[in-house]
């Protein structure tokens, strides 16, 4: 027993001498540009210019097609963070005849961020058994007979 400890004080010693080191893949440098691209859209977010965002997002948008998520994301929350999803809908339906293709998954997203599930249902493709109970779920948890108590006094 006392060799076994000997031998354990020896090599703890050791063992907590060595660093391990871990090779990290090099930064993506598709994800660095993309970031540099929204770096000045992002900033004037924070400083609360809708209308200047809307426009730069929307010229974002028209230059490179490919950043067309991350644009649509960005504007999502630009809507929502100003409860104006139903406006969103509205610069969707335009994006789509403009030929951007089929944006409902977007507006069903919008809808039932703000609350409107029923609403959302519409854009709803035939076959998405799933979300359409999920959507009709939350419109009957929203919409539950809530009894409230009595206040004192």
């Not at 035939?126 to 206040?151: K, Q, R, V």
Request: a negative charge; hydrophobic letters at 45%.
């Amino acid at each position: 027993m006392k060799h076994l400890m000997f031998v354990l004080l020896i090599l703890l010693p050791i063992s907590c001498r060595t660093v391990q080191t871990e090779e990290l893949p090099p930064p993506q440098t598709e994800e660095v540009i993309r970031s540099a691209v929204f770096r000045e859209v992002d900033s004037l977010y924070l400083a609360g210019g809708f209308v200047q965002v809307r426009d730069s997002l929307l010229s974002i948008l028209r230059t490179d097609t490919s950043l067309l998520d991350e644009t649509l994301f960005r504007m999502l929350g630009l809507y929502h963070g100003r409860a104006m999803e139903c406006d969103y809908i509205d610069l969707l339906e335009s994006l789509e005849s403009e030929g951007y293709g089929n944006l409902g998954g977007w507006k069903i997203s919008a809808l039932d961020l703000a609350g409107l599930p029923l609403e959302a249902l519409a854009y709803l493709p035939p076959d998405d058994l799933l979300l359409e109970a999920w959507l009709t779920c939350e419109f009957d948890s929203l919409h539950e007979d809530m009894i409230l108590p009595i206040p004192d006094g």
